[in-house]
């Protein structure tokens, strides 16, 4: 059996990948869900590998990594140090030399001309929350959903989001990527927050093998059984 520990992406808590975590452990598989410093402004990437670096149990050997979206910056970090971890990037943003995520998502830095503007680059889907601080619009989210899902997404992403720290998303990604390792992309079809063709991209530039579900960007919420399956099958054999 194995421990997968999940690097969670942007705006997240722990309790965000309850769904997924209730079923591995089912399947008899350990699981630490990482804390990161979402909610410090002044966090850096540094700092949230910190996090993972801290969470991770004293015996590595049947530790699988797996990067959430965002989770993807930190999961490459820690991955370069362990080149014999296995990792699984799930709708995860793999960086680029010289590029931070906004930069990979935006296609630049929107927070180069302040604060208020580079929260209203983004029309509406986040709010400010503090100094160097924002939120994900909620109400635009479920807006968006299905009529007969929308209580059911409020709750959970009340319940599960958090403010998240700006710096770090302008953070640039100094140096290559990891590409040695057994290396695994979940890749979303039906995303519409990472591009199913962006995904495809990354993974190529890592040589990761590529399994894909038909979901948006929250495969742990949308289809919790299936992606059970396709983490646990992805540690097969290593």
Known sequence: MSTFVIVPGAWDTPSTMEPLVERLRSAGHAVIVVDLPCEDADATLERYAEAVRDALPDDLADVVLVGYSFGGFTASRIALEHP????????????RDGASVLDLFAGGDPFEAGEDAGIAAFDGLILGAGAGLCALNIDRYVAAADPSEQDAIRSYLERTQRPQGIAVLREKWRGEPPTSGRCTYV???AD?????EAQRVMAASVGADVVEIATDHGPFREQPERLTELLVAATRGR
Do not use: E, G, K, N
């Open 84 to 95: 014999d971890m296995p990792v699984i990037y799930l709708a995860a943003w793999i960086p």
């Open 187 to 189: 890749l979303t079809t």
């Open 192 to 196: 519409t927050l990472v591009p199913p």
